[in-house]
């Protein structure tokens, strides 16, 4: 078997922008700690890996002010995925400064989404990428839409994308809570579309600037795609040291989102 055989033993592993970035900023504010620490973290790990990140405050703000996710404005969709790939630089600068092999893959060069979702993305790169032993490191983008002109496309968006695409992997999605939390602020340890029901009250968007959704987004996007595989996926704090590591090193924690 050579290494493109062996193709589900993917990790893709998303870190939210509340993590790495000062979300409640209104112009981009990375949390450079936050982000070396991560980095440490993700440097231990050895199998094939894809990293996607939020855009946080260097992209929530800026597609609010110029409402990108109702009108099409040439101008400001520049302006925020400039932004996003600012975050995108210091995240891969620091994965490389703790050793990792990461390279950065803008969505806006490889993607076209058809009304906010994605169509069609490029992926040859990626499989050679992986074959070859970089860190395909992709994040929240605003992309070209058959419909609208561009759409913002989320972080959440990419991840269970890119699992199908891919055939399969682990997914974790490290963000600034313990996971999906129910009215007490326990973390509920499995969520099904049998049970989403009921438990849906308790999810809402983001305490800060989201433009994609918050954590109801989240879980969405999961539930959709356990429907259609078998993929069950985490969300965990990544804001706790050593979660990353945990997730990793195959600790199923946080919440699981499964058929
Ligand atoms: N039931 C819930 N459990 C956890 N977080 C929730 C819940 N409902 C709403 N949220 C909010 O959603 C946020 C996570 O979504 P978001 O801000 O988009 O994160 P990220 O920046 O990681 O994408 C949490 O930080 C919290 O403010
Ligand atoms: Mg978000």
Known sequence: MNASDDITNITILKIGGS?????????????????????????????????????????????????????????????????????????????????????????????????????????????????????PVLHGDVVMDIKLGTSVLSGDQIVPYLAVQLGGARIGIGSAKDGVLDDKGDTIPTITSSNFKDIKKYIGGSESTDVTGGMLGKVGELLKLCETSSITSYIFNAGKSGNVSRFLGGEDIGTAITK
């Open 19 to 135: 993590i790495i970035t000062d979300k409640d900023a209104n112009d981009g504010a990375a949390n450079y700690d936050e982000i070396e620490r991560i980095a440490g973290e993700i440097s231990k790990h050895k199998d094939r890996l894809i990293i996607v990140h939020g855009a946080g405050s260097f992209g929530h703000p800026q597609a609010k002010k110029y409402a990108l996710t109702e009108k099409f404005d040439a101008k400001g969709a520049l302006i925020t995925h400039e932004s996003v790939k600012t975050l995108n630089r210091i995240v891969v600068e620091s994965l490389k400064n703790a050793g990792v092999d990461a390279v950065g893959v803008h969505p806006m060069g490889s993607t076209v989404s058809e009304n906010d979702r994605i169509s069609q993305m490029f992926l040859d790169n990626i499989h050679l990428m992986l074959d070859n032993g970089f860190v």
